[in-house]
């Protein structure tokens, strides 16, 4: 497996696709979660300013708020992203057939799938070290640039968010890696994807988040739980558009263990038993 | 290698889920250390049952053993080297970054990789991508990997597939070379040609079935042996005569021309008979056609195969 891992980051620190996909998550963080937002707020007349005043609402961009703000970002953007880079990993496999490439190596197939997934859960890891780093330095600079002053989260609550942001995101990475094998398409995977995290999560669990029996199918779902771990760290001003968590942040986090291990199981499962070309 | 077969196979078959019968009930033997041809027309099965033996597909029925192991399996995959279909690499990477990436999954240490590269003549293009690569070149590349782990066995399916000439002669120089040393080679291909020009024995398979398997020579002499064309005038005088001289079965009349099914070293006294006979000979020559015959007689007819 540690084969399999060396092969695999050479490919992923070599394919621009990946960096595109942290670059397009890093200025998404930077420039429209902190830099847009705290023009708009500190920039529009007071006229057009909503019932909480600018000074209160920038506060939302300042340090004491940077892992609330991460982690929405990590269930948002960030989730979309991962499930790409996932499904870009195993699905290119089938597009360009290099998975026949490989299988005819020494490794096992168990190997093979083990050296990726390892690969995966670092780079994770060093894309939620990453959006920390970003999210950490543009709430400082929010708070310098306004001359106000605003206390850093404890490092107990900065690790906490941490684990909780790159939990997220490897559920995300699995689900992609897991659609990339099972529909063999890069195109299949990324487009189910995103259409099942922003019209069958999102849309549709906001729409029907009251039905009785909708509410009860939500529970089960990776964003709605990934949202009961992010109710954990609160902004510290009134958050008007928050919504009641359908699920608590416990269950929240052991849901998300539970994907986490049955997507890598079930892409473990297809890619061990299927069979690779041919019709 | 110890194995009097570097591919064994007994009663393979595979059946895919869409019913169709790709490989049937398959019994190969590949000698150690020579190089096999595996013939048919497109669609006969030869690329499927590369795949079984690299281990890619798993068989309906029936069992193989390949480099002395089962396929697929990592001691038998360490002692193959295999390119099979088409060449499929990371199009964004360098020659040589894919071959390191092969080499990163095979635990080979990545001073192999010169050497190969040099052994394909690549070296030159190794540091450019992968997608910038010609046809030949891309062939050439898929061989260096196979040959990465200096394997004992080589498997290559249709490896001239889409070269130009040049490429072509090229790569049948490549593959006579890969034979030095004792490596086996199994190669697939749809030219009967390329497997005259470079196997020591073939097996030509159709609808799934090896329909017959020996040295080119066998296989020439099961179609009735070496063949003699002969070009001559006036045509029913000149047939008259031969069927006299020979058995009518071992005269028939192609485009004009005779095919007489006798040993070559008749040619003389029957192209003296011919001329004291009034009778023009304008050609008398070795039939080359005849293993093509057999071919297309086996492959589109194969004995004890329906449908």
């Known amino acids: 497996m540690i084969a399999s891992f060396s092969a695999e980051s050479l490919k992923a620190r070599k394919r621009w696709a990946n960096w595109i996909l942290i670059g397009i998550l890093l200025a998404w963080i930077l420039l429209l979660i902190y830099l847009t937002f705290f023009l708009v707020v500190t920039l529009s007349p007071k006229s057009i300013q909503g019932p909480i005043p600018a000074s209160v609402l920038k506060r939302r961009l300042f340090p004491e708020n940077f892992v609330p703000s991460v982690l929405n970002a990590g269930s948002s953007i960030g989730a979309a992203i991962m499930l790409i880079f996932g499904a870009l990993s195993t699905a290119s496999e089938f597009g360009w057939l290099t998975v026949q490439t490989i299988l005819i190596q020494k490794p096992t197939r168990a190997a093979v799938l083990g050296g990726k997934l390892l690969l995966l859960g670092v780079a994770t890891l060093l894309v939620g070290v990453a959006m920390f780093a970003a999210a950490a330095l543009a709430s400082y600079a929010a708070v310098t640039l306004d001359g106000s002053s605003s206390a850093w989260p404890t490092l107990e609550v900065m690790l906490k968010g941490f684990g909780a942001l790159v939990l997220q995101l490897a559920v995300w990475t699995a689900f992609g890696a897991f659609l990339g094998i099972a529909f063999r398409s890069a195109a299949a995977a990324i487009g189910g994807g995103l259409v099942y995290l922003f019209v069958g999560e999102a849309l549709l669990g906001g729409l029907f988040r009251n039905t009785p029996i909708v509410k009860e199918v939500l529970k089960f779902l990776p964003g709605i739980n990934a949202d009961g771990v992010n109710a954990a760290f609160p902004v510290t001003i009134r958050d008007t558009g928050a919504t009641t968590q359908l699920v608590s942040t416990g269950r929240g986090v052991l849901t998300l263990l539970i994907y986490l291990v049955v997507f890598s199981i079930l892409s473990l499962l297809i890619f061990q038993r299927r069979d690779v070309g041919g019709s | ?307």
């Open chain 2, 1 to 307: 290698m110890a194995q009097a077969f570097a591919v064994e196979t007994h009663g393979l078959t595979k059946r895919y889920s869409t019913g169709v019968l790709a490989v049937d009930n398959l019994d190969l033997r590949v000698r150690t250390g020579e190089v096999y041809g595996f013939l048919g027309p497109n669609g006969a099965g030869k690329t499927t049952t590369l795949r079984l033996l690299s281990g890619l597909l798993r068989p309906t029925t029936g069992s193989a053993t390949v480099a002395g192991a089962a396929p697929g399996s990592p001691a038998s995959l360490a002692r193959m080297g295999a390119m099979v279909e088409t060449p499929a690499f990371y199009p964004y990477l360098s020659g040589r970054d894919n071959l390191r990436v092969v080499a990163g999954y095979a635990s080979l240490p990545k001073s192999r990789i010169e050497p190969v590269l040099k052994q394909v003549d690549l070296t030159d293009r190794a540091r450019h991508k992968f997608k910038t690569y010609s046809t030949g070149m891309k062939q050439r590349l898929g061989v260096a990997a196979a040959l990465l782990k200096g394997p004992d066995l080589l498997i290559l399916d249709e490896p001239t597939s889409g070269l130009d000439p040049q490429g072509t002669i090229e790569m049948r120089a490549l593959i006579k070379e890969l034979k030095q040393g004792g490596r086996t080679v199994l190669l697939s291909s749809h030219l009967l040609n390329e497997v005259e020009l470079t196997c020591d024995r073939v097996g030509v398979i159709a609808k799934g079935k090896l329909v017959a398997e020996g040295t080119v020579d066998e296989l020439r002499a099961r179609s009735g042996g070496i063949a003699l064309l002969v070009r001559a005038t006036p045509l029913d005088q000149a047939r008259r005569l031969l069927e006299s001289l020979l058995k009518p079965e071992q005269v028939r009349v192609e485009a004009g021309a005779f095919v007489l099914s006798v040993d070559p070293s008749q040619a003389a006294s029957i192209n003296r008979r011919l001329v004291s006979d009034g009778i023009d000979v304008s050609e008398l020559r070795i039939s080359e056609q005849s293993l093509e015959d057999l071919f297309l007689q086996l492959t589109e007819n194969p004995p004890g195969v329906t449908g």
